[in-house]
């Protein structure tokens, strides 16, 4: 090429994305982002110039509008293999090639466990506790015997479900196309949306964000749950209507709610779910840990590598 590739890596949080691959054979100036940005302005303005981009899952939004005025743009890779933050009917109408990574959902299992057993043996009150020089503060609920609500029972909630049948729990699930013999296949039994949120003592989300499923958790679905029910979502956050867990949160209507993704992220100093002592929060982080990482990084330089050769590989249609 004339010149040399310039390659911006974004939301690298962590600042790991270059030792986690070797982006050396690429012979391009490779630039790394570890804030994210603030609006779409500073996208702009930070990213002009850059011949590629490789994205970090949905964390940088890419609309027609900002893609437009990424003029000098040939290649956007997106962690994963699907990405909803592009919109990739403007990408290709503007001639970037769009690709994404192989993806695992392991993580994402354990995640959902790490959110479970935290919240339902008040592991971080504990562990203050122990820090501060005390000694048992609380009493923790057990999972022998109770149910486990998912909603979606697809790779990740059918493997959320398997691990709960380990602890001895009944797991039962619904979605809007699950039927009883494909939740059978799981183990797991297919009831109606009602008696999932009314049955469960752990609820786990597990759906893909679209119009249908935007706000599917509601106020009613909340309130119809048990007193002592725990739930937890590692899914997208506007599955839930943020607005109504909170204030059933502060009214003490469930147990508790364990998450790892919000309407806005990152999740904003001042918002009030971190002041609420039964919300156990992570930020987004059901799929980061070096295993994926690797796949992620490593899979970004292959594409990146394609491209340059002229032909692109794991492309996004």
């Known amino acids: 090429m004339a010149t040399q590739m310039k390659i911006a890596i974004l939301d690298d949080y962590q600042n790991v994305a270059t030792s986690l691959a070797d ?4 012979a391009a100036e490779v630039v790394v982002f570890t804030k994210p940005f603030a609006d779409a302005d500073e996208v702009v303005r930070s990213l002009t110039g850059f011949d590629v981009l490789v994205a970090m899952r949905e964390r940088t939004r890419f609309p027609a509008e900002v893609l437009e005025q990424l003029t000098d743009l040939r290649l956007l890779v997106s962690t994963g293999p699907a990405n909803a933050a592009i919109d990739l009917a403007a990408a290709h109408r503007l001639g970037i090639t769009v690709c994404g990574t192989r993806y695992e959902s392991h993580a ?3 995640h959902a466990w790490a959110l479970i057993l935290g919240a339902t043996r008040n592991l971080v009150v504990e562990a203050e506790s122990m820090r501060a020089g005390g000694w048992q503060v609380s009493l923790g609920q057990g999972l022998y015997g109770r149910t486990l609500g998912v909603l979606g029972l697809g790779r990740v909630g059918s493997g959320v479900a398997r691990v709960a049948q380990a602890f001895g729990m009944d797991t039962i699930a619904w979605s809007q196309n699950l039927t009883p013999e494909a939740a059978a296949g799981h183990g797991v039994r297919a009831v109606t949306k009602e008696r999932l949120f009314a049955e469960s003592d752990v609820l786990s989300i597990h759906v893909l964000l679209s119009k249908r499923t935007r706000g599917l958790v509601g106020a009613a679905e909340l309130r119809s ?7 937890v979502n590692t899914s997208r956050g506007p599955v839930v209507d943020e607005v109504a867990l909170i204030d059933v949160l502060r009214e003490g209507a469930i147990r508790a709610a364990a998450l790892d993704v919000y309407d806005t992220e990152p999740l904003p100093a001042d918002h009030p779910l971190r002041a609420l002592p039964n919300a156990l929060l992570t930020g987004h982080i059901g799929y980061v840990n070096r295993d994926l ?12 590598a394609a491209f340059q050769a002229g032909s692109p590989v794991r492309l996004m249609k």
């Open 225 to 231: 749950m048990k007193p002592s029910a725990v739930l």
């Open 108 to 110: 994402t299992v354990e």
């Open 23 to 26: 982006w050396g054979p690429l």
């Open 293 to 304: 990482y690797e796949i992620f990084y490593q899979d970004s330089v292959e594409d990146i």
